[in-house]
Structure formats: structure tokens, C-alpha cells
């Protein structure tokens, strides 16, 4: 049975795109089928992270509006099989995106994958909510600082209440925690919440907590999803928040405070 | 199926099944509906209103918190000033629009004051709100059966952005009340959980309404009207649990068990 999972924040630049990218890179290489779709139309970002901007034909927009077919603008991953990118228009804006046009094209994909991934825009309007309506489970990205948690709070409460589960009374969306850019020095100063504060004022199950990466960036930049770059502390964090998503019992890494390397035990004992 | 179609006029569906379902058929071909509706207004009490610094210490509380107060309806309370010569109320609504409050309508007036709030084009609230002095208040007790209802029950987290209304009864809230969301009640609010969001209760006006919650951390409290903003509360009483009464024109914020 197919899964549709919205990586939604409310806040803008948090990393949505990021994890989405890392999510679906890390279901593929486990072996389910999946999709990722772009949501962000007239801003679209996701063909760059997985770097296949220069393949985009079609889009999700003109599946749409223009009669063509899904199959013709769905690129497949070059590095993972299983792996699926619906890209968005650059052109267009949010009010492209209508209810039904989105409830055809993800009814089509729930036939051929197994996990369909939808990367939210920012904000809480038409956009994000043509994202999160149809979503099974949602992955909220929180960086750990305070507008930030208040976004996340605000977006938990419209998925409880304008997802389509929430309208028809069904069981409802099965929330999940990223935190993005955890940075335990700055955490450990006081400059940034920690876990626990997050997780005191969201009160839902921790997917994972990404620490902040360099590599991050680096691989956003050259269009690779991080979790691909095994060197990466990020990419490992995702691949443990993927297989959480996949119901597997994970031990939360790089939230506690590392252990020091010999060197910097033996520069420690010198001075 | 719904009655005539009435030319350049297309109800929407849900419109339609509302319509279809009033009992009184004439509506069918309004353009609009009537309904009742429940807004908790500020209700700006004057005790006297010719003080000369009025408008000063006014702007002073204003600028307190300005968020709060921009554009925000208002209703004057006159219940302080029954036995007073009726004071220029065109002048005073002017005053406080050009200050960016709304003020709607007054409550509590005399009889006298009554042709003065007509000629400011307010409008004329029954007497009411906890905000009432306790000797104009005899007609005004909240109705006997608006406590009657069960308490609604909310076991999931109150979000930002939402809002929980028990428009007839106590509201117990068992989850976190998170920042930026709003709860109101008839009567009582307990909440055994976080409470950082805003809590009215006795929005019909019940004096006698409390607030309990096991950790307050709430933007803002209200009762019957009477409020206070978070910056305002003993910052002892912070995160602790406390229960939350009203005494006359005040809060009063205790330390719970």
C-alpha cells in the first residue's frame, strides 16, 4: 500500500527540500519505489537539489492544466533506481495547483510507487495546503530556534484540521519530528533550543534530528542529495530518519556531545 | 430542488443545504443570512471621562501593548457614570479612532446618555459584561441556563492558529495550549497541561468564571472580560500551575495546589 508523505514546516528555508530529497533518495535505496514531487510551483528548488534541472521537459503543472502525461514528465533518478522526480514550473504560480488536478496525479502515482514524498512550500497558504491534503503521514522540519517552533506548531495544527483525513473524519495524519541544523555547540550555549524544549512544546515522536553539516550545502550545491555522501554526518542522520519512517528502532546520533578524539585528549593532558 | 432560481444569484452548495434546511421559506432567495454570532469585545469602562489627563493615560496603556489594541472593537462602559451629565461622546469616538480602537457601541448606559450614544452612531448593548459596576449590574447576572451545558472535553494539543470555543459550558483541555492559539469558555477553562496560548472564559460575562491550568505561560488570560497580558503576570507565577479569578475589575492569580 502506498504511503503519501508531505515534508512540510511553515517556516521558510529550514530545510524542506533538503530532507525531502534525503527522504525519498534514502526509501529508493532501500528498495521502495518512490517519487518525490515539488510543490513549490513558481519557485521550484527540488530539481536542483537532486540534480536534474537540466532533464526537466514537463512538469507537474502541466500534468495538470496541459493534458500531459505523467509518465512524460517524471524524470528518473540517475544514481538510484526506484527513484522518481515530479519537478515543478518556474513560470506558474500556486493557484495552478487545483484540488482535483492534485488528487488525479497523486491517485495515478499511489498505482506505480510505493512512498510519494511531496516537498511543501513555505507559509501556511494555498501552496502548503494543496501539499499536505492528501498526505497519509507529515514530516514537520524545525530548525531548533523559536519562530521556527511556532511555525511547526502552527502547521500541526492545519494538518489536524484542513487535511483531507482531518475533513472526512478518517484516522488522522501521523506527524513526525525533523529537526534540522542542530548545532550541539551552539545548542550546548544556550544560543539554540535544545531537543527537549522542541520536542516539550511540539509534543510528537522525534523522526530525527539532523546536526549541522557543512557537507549540507556542499552537496545542495552540486546537486546531490546529502544522504548519498556516506563522508556526511547529515546524510547519516537522514539514512537513521529513513529507517525510522520504515518502523525501524534507531538510537538518536548527534545529540549528545561527542566523545573528544585521542589527539584532543592528548592536547588536553599536555596543557 | 431548492426553490425559485433567482436570476444573477447562485448559492453556492453548502449555502444551499443551510438554506434548504431553515424552516422559513422566504429566505431561500435572500442574498444573505441572518446569524447570531458571539465575539468577546474590549469594553473600555469610564470612570471619568472628564479627567483632564483621560486621553493621556489612555494613550499610555495603549502603547503597552499597541498589538493588542490596534483596530480593536471597543465597547464603553458607562456603568460608572450613570449619575453623570452625558460628556460629548462624538468627540470621545473620534478621539479614540484617531488612536486606532473601534469603539462599537456602549453598555450600562443611563437613559440620558442614551440620545449622546445614538448621535455618536453607537449602538446600545444590553446591559451586561463583568466589567459592570457591582450596583448597576442587578438586571445583568449571566442567564441560569448558560452553565448548563456539559463541559466540552479537548484531548489534543490546541495548536497556533486555532481556536477552541465552549460557547455554552466549562472547557477542559487535556494537552498543551500552544502559543498563538485561543481558547474560550462560557464558564470555566482548565487546562492540565502547558497553557501558553490565550484563554477567555466566561465570555457570556460570567464573573464567577476561573481559569486553571498546570503551567502558565499564557500570551494572555481574560475573565469576563478582564484581562492580563503575559508581561503582566508575577513572573513567580510562570510556569507554575495557578488558578485564575476575577475580582471586580482585576484578575487575581494564585498559586494552585
Redo the contacts between chains.
Sequence with gaps: MSKVIVVTSGKGGVGKTTSAAALATGLAQRGHRTVVIDFDVGLRNLDLIMGCERRVVFDFVNVINDGIRLNQALIKDKRVDDLFILPTSQTRDKEALTREGVEKVIAELRKEFSYIICDSPAGIERGAQMALYYADEAVVVTNPEVSSVRDSDRILGILNSKSRRAEIGEEPIKQHLLLTRYDLDRVQRGDMLKLDDVLEILAIPVLGVIPNDPLVLQCSNVGMPVILEPKSRAGQAYADAVARLLGEQRELRFTQPQKRGLVDWLLRRSA | MHGPDVPGYRWRDEVQREVASTPDQTSRSLPFQVRGSLQTVLALRLLDPEHPEFLAKLVEKIAYAPDFYRDAPVVLDLAAVTDRQPVDLVALSEELRRHRLVPVGVQNAAPAWLEEAARAGLAVFAAGGGTAAAGARAGAQPRAGSRRAAAMVVR???????QVVASEGDLVVL??V????EIAAAGHIHVYA?L?GRAYAGIEGDENAMIFCDQLDAELVSIAGVYVVNEEIDAALLGRRVRISCRGDHLRLEPGP
Excluded: D, I, K, N
Design positions: 489534543e494539543p490546541v495548536r497556533g492558529g486555532q494537552a498543551a500552544g502559543h498563538g492559539a502547558p501558553r
